[in-house]
């Protein structure tokens, strides 16, 4: 779920350093520049010393702050294209479909080996929720919604059913499709899904009918 908590903290964190710190540069030093200096000229002339000091000072504290932040959310966001690439390559060779779900919008996000198990290319399947469920066998449209409803209420954590899909040149092909919500807001409304979608074959779906 998204926080605002986890934008809110860094910097919550650079204000405080900064405020400390500012705090502290005006009370010592000016308490230390008025026991050392009488003389009104000279004391003014340091106080103007003393405020580019401390803009030069802070602007460093302030650069050193905001860089340590980026630099850790480089390192993740690395972590995680490696993470995504490794995802994928793991995917095409074992040849698992792979869906990505925008709730919001019921965009989709299909790769190459999902497209081709129900014989569309990217030209030819606009991805779309409403195409994908036009697609699912009328006997198992009921079962595979409610799943999916269960999933984004929260009565399951989990999105796993196996049911028929037509394909493009008009068969019927058995499926096992996997996935869960991966982003929430604020509110605990889904954002987005992910899953996979494997085919299978029909000596695995013997048991299952046109009834079921």
Not at 24 to 40: P, Q, R
Not at 130 to 158: C, G, S
Request: hydrophobic share 40%; aromatic share 12%.
């Amino acid at each position: 779920m998204i926080s605002s908590r986890e934008y809110i903290i860094p910097a919550l964190k650079t204000a405080i350093i900064y405020a400390l710190f500012g705090g502290l540069w005006i009370l010592f030093s000016d308490k230390l520049l008025g026991v050392m200096v009488s003389d009104l000229q000279t004391y003014a002339a340091i106080q103007t010393c003393k405020g580019w000091l401390y803009i030069i000072v802070t602007a460093a504290l302030i650069f050193h702050l905001t860089y340590k932040n980026f630099k850790e959310m480089g390192i993740t966001l690395e972590t995680l294209t490696a993470s995504d690439q490794r995802y994928k390559i793991a995917a095409k060779a074992a040849k698992i479909g792979t869906w990505e779900w925008d709730i919001r919008t019921d965009d989709l996000t299909l790769n190459n080996e999902y497209l081709r198990t129900i014989g569309y290319d990217k030209k030819s399947f606009a991805p779309i929720l409403a195409n994908w469920e036009a697609l699912i066998h009328p006997n198992d449209k009921t079962r595979v919604l409610q799943a999916l409803d269960d999933l984004l209420t929260k009565k399951t954590k989990t999105f796993s059913n196996r049911y028929r899909i037509l394909t493009k040149d008009g068969q019927w092909s058995w499926v096992q499709d996997r996935g869960q919500v991966f982003l929430w807001d604020e509110d605990g409304s889904p954002i987005k899904a992910i899953g996979v979608h494997i085919h299978l074959d029909d000596t695995d779906n013997e048991h299952f009918t046109d009834n079921d």
